[in-house]
């Protein structure tokens, strides 16, 4: 498909799919940390999400080498999901679904302020600006403001999600903007996962035992991360990475922590108490001021 550059219907219904099942994805992990210790769960995930991308490239004939001049670019997107797989997962075993959406997600905004010097056309304005101050509001606000929310308000749970949608915002970047943008969704990916494995397997290491008392359960949503997270999920997100401007869609990121807000109370009982709500409506209004088309 050729790049577009506006969201079309099609983008816009593939996108607000792709933030629910994100959402959801919040939940699966918070769920499956309690039978596998979550940095060995994001290292099996890798493995067998790479195992699985390479199984269909090999299906549908796809070459699977290094292009030219991507190597270097390569090995730094495989190491940022590395690292935004360890803080995102540290996250839900130290906090709630709802506290780490609404940080995790403010993605757009560290992903704005990264292609406002590294991507042509695409500067920051003084809305975007505002934008901007909002959503790090609302950030200040989920890490100042920790209390009530029956022990699971972690310091350290709050600074692992930035950690990781910090490094969410540099694969995007990388992604955009690197060599990589010339090779196909798949390799992409395949960047990703197999330059991770190793590295989270031995990280995994330093987080203490590998197993949890795991359940049929634990391994289900195991199973769901490898297969519709890592293999479909990702690869569509790249894809269509690859054919709309890349703030577009970030922007749709900001319907996320709402789901996941919502899911976290609807599916774990989490209390939303007043400080998660203000700052979900700061970061919100800040991702929707970010990511306004501009007027003509």
Same mark, same amino acid.
């Given at each position: 498909?050729?790049?577009?550059?506006? @969201?079309?219907?099609? !983008?816009? $219904?593939?996108?607000? &799919?792709?933030?629910?099942? #994100? +959402? =959801?994805?919040? /939940? *699966?992990? %918070?769920?499956v940390?309690?039978?596998?210790?979550?940095?060995?769960?994001?290292?099996?995930?890798?493995m067998?999400?790479?195992?699985?991308?390479?199984?269909?490239?090999?299906?549908?004939?796809?070459?699977?080498?290094?292009?030219?001049?991507?190597?270097?670019?390569?090995?730094?997107?495989?190491?940022?999901?590395?690292?935004?797989?360890?803080?995102?997962?540290?996250?839900?075993?130290?906090?709630?679904?709802?506290?780490?959406?609404?940080?995790?997600?403010t993605?757009?905004?560290?992903?704005?302020?990264?292609?406002h010097?590294? @991507?042509?056309?695409? !500067?920051? $304005?003084?809305?975007? &600006?505002?934008?901007?101050? #909002? +959503? =790090?509001?609302g /950030? *200040?606000? %989920?890490?100042?403001?920790?209390?009530?929310?029956?022990?699971?308000?972690?310091?350290?749970?709050?600074?692992?999600?930035?950690?990781?949608?910090?490094?969410?915002?540099?694969?995007?970047?990388?992604?955009?903007?690197?060599?990589?943008?010339?090779?196909?969704?798949?390799?992409?990916?395949?960047?990703?996962?197999?330059?991770?494995?190793?590295?989270?397997?031995?990280?995994?290491?330093?987080?203490?035992?590998?197993?949890?008392?795991?359940?049929?359960?634990?391994w289900?949503?195991?199973?769901?991360?490898?297969?519709?997270?890592?293999?479909?999920?990702?690869?569509?997100?790249?894809?269509?990475?690859?054919?709309?401007?890349a703030?577009?869609?970030?922007?749709?990121?900001?319907?996320?922590?709402?789901?996941?807000?919502?899911?976290?109370?609807?599916?774990?009982?989490?209390?939303?108490?007043?400080?998660?709500?203000?700052?979900?409506?700061?970061?919100?209004?800040?991702?929707?001021?970010?990511?306004?088309?501009?007027?003509?």
């Amino acid at each position: 498909m050729a790049q577009k550059d506006r @969201i079309d219907a099609f !983008g816009a $219904t593939a996108l607000t &799919g792709f933030a629910a099942l #994100l +959402a =959801f994805n919040q /939940v *699966v992990i %918070a769920v499956v940390n309690d039978g596998l210790q979550p940095v060995f769960f994001a290292a099996l995930r890798s493995m067998g999400g790479a195992l699985c991308i390479w199984l269909w490239m090999i299906a549908r004939g796809l070459p699977v080498r290094v292009a030219p001049g991507t190597l270097p670019a390569g090995l730094l997107i495989g190491t940022l999901f590395a690292v935004e797989f360890i803080c995102l997962f540290v996250a839900l075993d130290l906090t709630t679904v709802t506290r780490t959406s609404v940080i995790f997600y403010t993605m757009p905004v560290w992903l704005a302020l990264m292609a406002h010097v590294s @991507i042509p056309g695409e !500067g920051i $304005t003084g809305r975007k &600006g505002a934008g901007l101050a #909002l +959503a =790090f509001a609302g /950030v *200040v606000v %989920a890490i100042t403001l920790r209390g009530g929310e029956a022990g699971r308000a972690s310091l350290l749970g709050d600074l692992c999600a930035l950690g990781a949608a910090l490094a969410w915002a540099g694969i995007a970047l990388v992604a955009k903007a690197s060599p990589l943008r010339t090779v196909r969704p798949e390799t992409q990916l395949l960047w990703q996962l197999a330059i991770s494995a190793p590295i989270l397997m031995l990280a995994a290491i330093a987080f203490g035992p590998f197993l949890r008392d795991p359940d049929w359960v634990h391994w289900a949503g195991l199973g769901f991360q490898i297969v519709v997270i890592v293999s479909a999920g990702f690869l569509g997100w790249l894809w269509l990475l690859s054919i709309y401007p890349a703030s577009s869609v970030a922007a749709f990121s900001f319907l996320s922590p709402v789901f996941g807000v919502g899911l976290g109370w609807l599916l774990l009982d989490e209390r939303v108490g007043w400080d998660v709500a203000l700052a979900l409506a700061l970061v919100v209004t800040g991702l929707i001021l970010v990511n306004r088309p501009e007027r003509a």
